[in-house]
């Protein structure tokens, strides 16, 4: 079965992706958020539920060009199509609510802005008890460097089915290809669940997430981070 160790402890998986305006998850927004929750059906991992949105900004701020360039989001899409900030973290709750693991590629940088999205426009007890999961951190255990989204998809042979296009939601789909295959490779991803690396050279890069234990992690690592 897909996913059978993480399925025995989880209902629910939700991998989810961010696009945002810089790298400083307490003055810079939002811009996409995207997510797909998973279930096992009959022994397969299930995309139940797919979102996404472009997120409204702040009065007064804009999109960067530089950020335009990369994402192709621009201040006029979001003006035109963006959800308020507190309906994206009433739809976050729906989507997390019960037993539910969440995961992301460089969790780290995006649960850092979720948490700051609640803080200041919801609740963040909602996160209280959510298990997490970094695909980064695995992939570094399973390849050498470079480690960025895009090399994983070539890794794994999936670069005609997905893209790391930098919008959110392709994001998102090819980081649900490249668990699967990291699934195939080795079935230890339950063995990550709130184990998260970073390069003692660089830190963290933000405040620490309190319910996570982070480990040095080099970009050849002689072991898995789990066993260090």
Not at 89 to 110: E, K, P, Q, V
Not at 196 to 202: A, L, V
Request: hydrophobic share 40%; net charge negative.
């Amino acid at each position: 079965m897909e996913f059978e160790k993480l399925f025995s402890r989880y209902d629910r998986l939700m991998v989810f992706d961010t696009e945002t305006t810089g790298l400083n998850f307490s003055q810079d927004q939002i811009i996409e958020f995207a997510a797909v929750v998973v279930e096992q059906k009959a022994g397969k991992a299930v995309i139940v539920q797919e979102y996404d949105e472009l997120i409204s900004l702040k009065p007064g701020t804009v999109v960067p060009p530089e950020i335009e360039q990369l994402t192709g989001i621009s201040t006029e899409d979001i003006r035109q199509r963006g959800i308020p900030k507190e309906r994206l973290c009433a739809d976050i709750a729906r989507m997390i609510s019960g037993n539910t693991l969440l995961l992301a590629y460089n969790a780290h940088f995006d649960l850092s802005f979720l948490f700051y999205l609640l803080y200041q426009h919801a609740d963040v007890a909602i996160l209280k008890g959510k298990d997490k999961l970094d695909l980064l951190t695995v992939y570094k255990d399973r390849r050498p460097y470079p480690h960025k989204l895009c090399y994983a998809i070539e890794a794994y042979g999936l670069a005609d089915q997905v893209v790391n296009s930098h919008r959110a939601v392709d994001d998102v789909i090819a980081t649900v290809a490249v668990m699967k295959e990291m699934e195939k490779e080795k079935a230890d991803l339950e063995r990550y669940v709130n184990l998260f690396g970073y390069h003692p050279k660089y830190g963290l890069g933000s405040k620490a997430i309190r319910s996570v234990t982070y480990k040095p992690q080099q970009y050849d690592p002689v072991a898995p981070l789990y066993e260090l």
